[in-house]
């Protein structure tokens, strides 16, 4: 499966385990997910909701878990039956759950990454743009 097939199936959403809670991550069976591997960054669509998640595995094959938060971003219910559209996400998808993630652990270390690649950016333009003025005079 590309970046841009969508997969869609449908599930029976039970409650997440304990650790997975707040944090953006759903478990699926394997059969379910194609070439999409373990915690590879997915955009999940339901309801005309979408999140984007990490994937993990699981042993029950016609359910979906997922966390509060994320049932609630996509508007399912708890040991309700939906239809799910399931897209590895690109690039900007698995950014997006980086710097958006609920959990604190992921979501400060992205974001300090983001601004210190920005920093660094600038201070090598102005870098750069100093040099013809250090080379000139």
């Keep these: 499966m590309t970046a841009k097939e969508a997969k869609t199936l449908t599930w029976r959403v039970v409650k997440a385990r304990v650790p997975d809670t707040a944090r953006d991550v759903i478990r699926l069976h394997k059969k379910h997910r194609g070439t999409i591997g373990r915690h ?21 094959e016609d359910v979906i878990e997922m966390d509060l938060d994320t049932r609630l971003d996509l508007g399912v219910m708890h040991d309700q039956t939906y239809e799910f559209s399931l897209t590895r996400a690109g690039v900007v998808g698995q950014l997006r759950w980086y710097l958006d993630a609920k959990s604190p652990a992921i979501r400060i270390p992205a974001w300090l990454a983001f601004w210190s690649l920005l920093m660094g950016s600038a201070g090598a333009m102005l870098g750069l743009l100093g040099l013809p003025l250090a080379i000139f005079s």
């Design 40 to 60: 590879d960054v997915v955009k999940l669509s339901a309801n005309g909701n979408s999140c984007h998640v990490s994937v993990l595995g699981t042993e029950e």
